[in-house]
């Protein structure tokens, strides 16, 4: 079994107060788990009102499939509308 993880720093340059950052995290924290079916978790930042850290976990047997999904999480956080990903970093144990 192996478990693969991507920390994401983000940047929410449209959001004004805690109450919009977490309507933003929680949509895109939803949507990655939808469409990836990962588990998602804001790790960091909580009291920060443009800036969070998501964590993104997956477990597989196949490394390839791990990397896969990562880079896909990624590109969509990257592209993911009112969001700035500022730095992402990924591990497979």
């Given at each position: 079994?192996?478990?693969?993880?991507?920390?994401?720093?983000?940047?929410?340059?449209?959001?004004?107060?805690?109450?919009?950052?977490?309507?933003?995290?929680?949509?895109?924290?939803?949507?990655?788990?939808?469409?990836?079916?990962?588990?998602?978790?804001?790790?960091?930042?909580?009291?920060?009102?443009?800036?969070?850290?998501?964590?993104?976990?997956?477990?597989?047997?196949?490394?390839?499939?791990?990397?896969?999904?990562?880079?896909?999480?990624?590109?969509?956080?990257?592209?993911?509308?009112?969001?700035?990903?500022s730095?992402?970093?990924?591990?497979?144990l």
């Amino acid at each position: 079994m192996l478990v693969g993880t991507v920390e994401m720093s983000i940047l929410l340059r449209g959001s004004q107060s805690l109450k919009d950052k977490r309507r933003f995290v929680k949509s895109l924290k939803d949507r990655l788990r939808n469409r990836f079916e990962v588990s998602v978790a804001e790790v960091d930042g909580q009291d920060r009102v443009q800036q969070a850290v998501i964590g993104v976990a997956v477990v597989s047997n196949d490394k390839r499939h791990i990397e896969s999904v990562l880079t896909k999480v990624v590109n969509f956080t990257n592209l993911f509308r009112g969001c700035e990903l500022s730095s992402a970093r990924q591990e497979i144990l």
